[in-house]
């Protein structure tokens, strides 16, 4: 019965994490954050994170696959240096 217990736990946590991507509520604890997951790491609007984006000395992003991508020390970095 353990075995099934793991699993249904396992496939739980899968669910949970798929489900958090989509919603877009990542932790904000990796080095790589996704808008959702910079603007809860800023306490800001989605609004104010493309006006960073748009600013002469803007926040610091890297656009993958259509996807805006932060990393927490190239931010840390920009915010300090404001």
Partial sequence: ???????????????????????GMREVSGPYLDSNGICKYLNKSIA???????MRNGIPAHRIRGRWLFIREEVDEWIKNR
Avoid: P
């Fill in 48 to 54: 104010t994170l493309y006006r960073f984006l748009r």
């Fill in 1 to 23: 019965m353990a075995g099934v217990e793991e699993r249904v736990k396992g496939y739980f946590k899968e669910c949970m994490e798929a489900n958090e991507e989509v919603m």
